[in-house]
């Protein structure tokens, strides 16, 4: 059974880093064509895709944040950790992390989803 | 690349069958032959969970009421029968142009 769950404040200032964990279970970070993502989600609004990190390492970023995101994974302690620096009000949403799996002929993204956390920006 | 869902919200009265497009400004047929077209769907206050996945395939456990069609920028998720669990938001997805994972804005389904 796979399970994620995200884990980090529920109130960030402006400016600050903001770093969420991902413990998962049921899977290993460290077999080919597994990877974990990271989606957020505004109050009311659409899901977007933050970061991604394969089993191997890769990693991939959404261009319009790359330069404020961070993505590693430790596999002994089945966690993946994202840091997002200055963070501001817009930042304001619901972080999701997300399993993604590649068997070598079917991709199937985020099949299995943590419950996700509300991370709020302000002063 | 743009995922554009319509329409945005639609009422449906159970039993009867309801229908979401979904279309992206750039064809997602890989040089590989698959194309890389999901759906979810969001309940009220849980997380996403993927219901079809490469155009038309049910992911593990999803009610074969639920189908996908389409092909290069065009794809339809349908309902045959609504039920009342089937209420939430309706995201389609493409994972072929960066950024590498992008989703429509969302189809809210609500029960008449």
């Known amino acids: 059974q796979i399970t994620l769950k995200e884990s980090g404040p529920t109130l960030v200032k402006p400016t600050q880093t903001l770093t969420l964990t991902c413990t998962f279970s049921?899977?290993?970070?460290?077999?080919?064509?597994?990877?974990v993502g990271w989606i957020r989600q505004p109050p009311g609004k659409a899901l977007e895709w933050l970061a991604l990190?394969?089993?191997?390492?890769?990693?991939r970023y959404s261009p319009s944040l790359k330069s404020r995101l961070t993505i590693t994974k430790n596999t002994s302690k089945n966690q993946v950790v994202l840091t997002m620096t200055n963070m501001d009000p817009v930042d304001t949403a619901t972080y999701y992390c997300?399993?993604?799996?590649?068997?070598?002929?079917?991709?199937?993204?985020?099949?299995?989803w943590g419950q996700g956390t509300l991370i709020t920006v302000s002063s | 690349i743009v995922m554009t869902q319509t329409p945005l919200s639609l009422s449906v009265t159970p039993g009867q069958p309801a229908s979401i497009s979904c279309k992206s400004s750039?064809?997602?047929?890989?040089?590989?032959?698959?194309?890389?077209l999901y759906w979810y769907l969001q309940r009220p206050g849980q997380p996403p969970q993927l219901l079809i996945y490469?155009?038309?395939n049910r992911f593990s456990g999803v009610p074969d009421r639920f189908s996908g069609s389409g092909s290069g920028t065009d794809f339809t998720l349908k309902i045959s029968r609504v039920e009342a669990e089937d209420v939430g938001v309706y995201y389609c997805?493409?994972?072929?142009?960066?950024?590498?994972?992008?989703f429509g804005q969302g189809t809210k389904l609500e029960i008449k």
């Open positions: 997805m493409q994972s072929i142009h960066l950024p590498m994972y992008t």
């Open positions: 750039q064809s997602l047929l890989h040089s590989n032959g698959k194309t890389y």
């Open positions: 490469e155009v038309s």
């Open positions: 049921g899977f290993s970070l460290n077999t080919s064509g597994v990877a």
């Open positions: 990190i394969y089993w191997d390492d890769d990693k």
């Open positions: 997300a399993h993604r799996r590649w068997d070598g002929v079917i991709t199937t993204p985020f099949d299995y």
